[in-house]
Nanobody
Framework: QVHLVESGGGLVQPGGSLRLSCAKSGSISSMPTMAWYRQAPGKQRELVARITAGGSTNYADSVRGRFTISRDNAENTVYLQMNSLKPEDTAIYYC??????????WGQGTQVTVSS
């Protein structure tokens, strides 16, 4: 079993920054792929950024150059640094972890609201 707990969401003005954290705990020591997804009201959940255990990353076109995903394997934590935030970034952000044998896990989500 894996538990993912997100933190760091909140209300920020356009152009501002937030840093999301996702702490992993449980019996599976390493999850090769971790990612952040988001879901805005009335929209489907979408991939924001993904990172492998080796540090390879990929981003949605809408956030590339503004968001940075990183992970600390020793601390079992993945981060999402979000800069130059826009109102359209408003969504619930979910942490995601995947293992080829043990399957996929989701966190409970953290709300990010970008508004003046």
């Amino acid at each position: 079993q894996v538990h993912l707990v997100e933190s760091g969401g909140g209300l920020v003005q356009p152009g501002g920054s937030l840093r999301l954290s996702c702490a992993k705990s449980g019996s599976i020591s390493s999850m090769p792929t971790m990612a952040w997804y988001r879901q805005a009201p009335g929209k489907q959940r979408e991939l924001v950024a993904r990172i492998t255990a080796g540090g390879s990353t990929n981003y949605a076109d809408s956030v590339r150059g503004r968001f940075t995903i990183s992970r600390d394997n020793a601390e079992n934590t993945v981060y999402l640094q979000m800069n130059s935030l826009k109102p359209e970034d408003t969504a619930i952000y979910y942490c995601y972890a995947q293992h080829p044998y043990y399957g996929a896990y989701w966190g409970q989500g953290t709300q990010v609201t970008v508004s003046s």
